[in-house]
């Protein structure tokens, strides 16, 4: 634990400001923010799209938060971030952008996970960035589920636990914390916690087996950081209260039967599943009662500055102690001089040698390739035909959650496509007539994104299966289980995010520059269990 002799003369809101994490909007720091470090001295900032516009843009806002904190006399902050991979990253241009958890679920490899951590940690670390809100181990065993799916490595415990350790000690070892998350387990849900507040009705028993392994995993295996889930499980917590508002589920569970002892940070407390039942206020001091050591408010400065005055004065009209949040406080120091050690960052030209490099590339260039999933070939339409008319199927790319981010510059299938094949004609399915002349092409290419909640997509893929099912190939650029939407289709690829490395290594599996060697993460159906690949 940090020592109590560094905060010992501190006032009461600057202890307190140690345990909160805040969002801002900007590029530069807000005054809003400026004013939550020099008055409150937070513990620590967290960086969304919003905030970013270049690398070496990122760099200097770190530099300029870090120089605020110490100008202030206040300890340096954590600087966190949602950097998952694939469709879950705030950081894009000029740095290496990893595949997302279920395309490394399909690679099956502990070494990638590893790898491609450690890589995305040395670059984050390289742009003043010291705590990754990432990986998710959450078991993706609903299909229904709208904010986990790719999100998750797969929907088997064993494998979430195995890969999602390794990346957690893949950002430790760049000396980034790792946050492992949702804890207790947010893939059994279809309701969005941004939106709303999720139940999962499953006894203890089963949530030994499934949803509460892989984090017994982190823990022995030296988790920095857990972040709660905004769920309800009435086997845990009767009263109905969030887990992320639990006594029986932060401390009961968590703290004393697992015996974790690191930090404890809440999911976003503007979430709807607390904002509109409890109110970051109200959230925020039963978060602490319950255990948490750090409360996220990603968003609203009045909430920010609400939230944190509601814990002051819990503290000072007794409904918590001042040593409850002494006992929190210790532990977020203890992880900023584990991290921190007030070290200057480095400069900008320091930094950039070190990101996007060849070396780099090349690890997320490897591992996007192996998981490349040839899940069926039947009547071998693959390879795709090079002088063959060619028309590619491309959806409107439509978030399933507000956890994913869609940057128009990341093409389409279309344009990885165009150098391979002589005679390509590519279509957006909400365009006039997508379907014109469909008789006339040679082979069909349908690219969905997410055909199990899009409309559109599950329409055009069923209605070009019926017509020219022995003519056509779907690939999915998210979610495997759009395969269960058109299940007739001959020719079946998923790359698991179309983000513009899985989009060439799709390009190649279909053109016959790579061979497949991927497997299905999770279980498509009963025809399609989990590892099963037509290689």
């Known amino acids: 634990m940090g020592k109590q002799d560094e905060w010992e003369h501190w006032t009461l809101r600057e202890k307190v400001g140690q345990l909160f994490v805040f969002g801002f909007h900007g590029h530069e720091p807000s005054d809003g923010i400026r004013h939550l470090i020099e008055t409150y001295g937070i513990g620590g900032t967290i960086y969304f799209s919003r905030n970013v516009q270049s690398a070496k843009q990122v760099h200097g806002l770190s530099n300029s938060l870090m120089q605020l904190a110490q100008q202030a006399g206040k300890p340096n902050l954590l600087v966190a971030i949602d950097q998952e991979g694939g469709m879950v990253a705030r950081l894009v241009d000029g740095v290496t952008l990893m595949p997302g958890n279920m395309a490394l679920g399909a690679a099956g490899s502990k070494e990638g996970a590893g790898e491609t951590a450690r890589v995305c940690g040395e670059e984050l670390r390289l742009l003043g960035v010291n705590m990754n809100y990432a990986p998710c181990l959450d078991v993706n065993n609903n299909p229904d589920n709208p904010v986990i799916n790719v999100r998750s490595y797969s929907d088997r415990s064993d494998v979430v636990a195995e890969l999602g350790t390794a990346a957690m000690l893949g950002y430790q070892a760049a000396r980034v914390a790792a946050t492992v998350k949702h804890f207790p387990g947010h893939g059994d849900t279809a309701v969005d916690s941004h939106h709303a507040l999720p139940v999962i009705p499953h006894g203890r028993d089963r949530l030994d087996a499934i949803e509460l392994k892989p984090f017994r995993a982190a823990i022995a295996a030296g988790a920095a950081a857990i972040m709660t889930a905004h769920v309800v499980l009435p086997a845990l917590e009767p009263s109905?209260?969030?887990?992320?508002?639990?006594?029986?589920?932060?401390?009961?569970?968590?703290?004393?039967?697992?015996?974790?002892?690191?930090?404890?940070?809440?999911?976003?407390?503007?979430?709807?599943?607390?904002?509109?039942?409890?109110?970051?206020?109200?959230?925020?001091?039963?978060?602490?009662?319950?255990?948490?050591?750090?409360?996220?408010?990603?968003?609203?400065?009045?909430?920010?500055?609400?939230?944190?005055?509601?814990?002051?004065?819990?503290?000072?009209?007794?409904?918590?102690?001042?040593?409850?949040?002494?006992?929190?406080?210790?532990?977020?120091?203890?992880?900023?001089?584990?991290?921190?050690?007030?070290?200057?960052?480095?400069?900008?030209?320091?930094?950039?040698?070190?990101?996007?490099?060849?070396?780099?590339?090349?690890?997320?260039?490897?591992?996007?390739?192996?998981?490349?999933?040839?899940?069926?070939?039947?009547?071998?339409?693959?390879?795709?035909?090079?002088?063959?008319?060619?028309?590619?199927?491309?959806?409107?790319?439509?978030?399933?959650?507000?956890?994913?981010?869609?940057?128009?510059?990341?093409?389409?299938?279309?344009?990885?496509?165009?150098?391979?094949?002589?005679?390509?004609?590519?279509?957006?399915?909400?365009?006039?007539?997508?379907?014109?002349?469909?008789?006339?092409?040679?082979?069909?290419?349908?690219?969905?994104?997410?055909?199990?909640?899009?409309?559109?997509?599950?329409?055009?893929?069923?209605?070009?299966?019926?017509?020219?099912?022995?003519?056509?190939?779907?690939?999915?650029?998210?979610?495997?289980?759009?395969?269960?939407?058109?299940?007739?289709?001959?020719?079946?690829?998923?790359?698991?995010?179309?983000?513009?490395?899985?989009?060439?290594?799709?390009?190649?599996?279909?053109?016959?520059?790579?061979?497949?060697?991927?497997?299905?993460?999770?279980?498509?159906?009963?025809?399609?269990?989990f590892g099963y690949a037509d290689q």
């Not at 639990?246 to 503007?270: A, F, K, Q």
């Open 240 to 529: 109905g209260k969030p887990s992320t508002l639990s006594h029986n589920v932060l401390t009961g569970l968590l703290r004393e039967e697992l015996g974790y002892d690191g930090i404890i940070v809440t999911d976003c407390l503007e979430m709807d599943a607390i904002d509109r039942f409890y109110g970051p206020e109200k959230g925020a001091v039963e978060a602490i009662s319950a255990g948490a050591d750090m409360v996220l408010v990603s968003h609203t400065f009045e909430k920010q500055v609400a939230a944190l005055e509601a814990v002051v004065a819990a503290v000072e009209n007794g409904t918590l102690s001042e040593e409850r949040i002494e006992q929190s406080l210790a532990r977020v120091m203890k992880l900023k001089q584990e991290l921190i050690v007030d070290e200057p960052l480095a400069s900008w030209e320091h930094a950039a040698a070190g990101l996007a490099t060849e070396a780099n590339r090349a690890v997320a260039v490897k591992w996007s390739e192996a998981s490349a999933t040839l899940v069926k070939n039947e009547g071998e339409l693959l390879p795709l035909k090079r002088g063959a008319s060619t028309l590619v199927l491309w959806p409107d790319i439509k978030p399933v959650s507000v956890a994913d981010e869609i940057l128009s510059s990341d093409g389409t299938l279309g344009t990885h496509l165009e150098s391979r094949l002589d005679n390509l004609t590519e279509r957006s399915m909400s365009g006039n007539d997508p379907l014109a002349d469909l008789e006339s092409f040679e082979q069909i290419v349908v690219v969905t994104y997410d055909a199990t909640k899009h409309d559109l997509e599950a329409r055009i893929a069923q209605e070009v299966v019926a017509r020219a099912g022995n003519r056509t190939v779907a690939v999915s650029v998210r979610n495997p289980l759009d395969l269960n939407v058109y299940p007739q289709v001959p020719a079946y690829l998923a790359v698991y995010e179309c983000r513009p490395l899985a989009l060439a290594s799709a390009a190649k599996v279909l053109t016959g520059e790579l061979k497949a060697a991927g497997k299905l993460p999770l279980e498509l159906s009963a025809a399609y269990p």
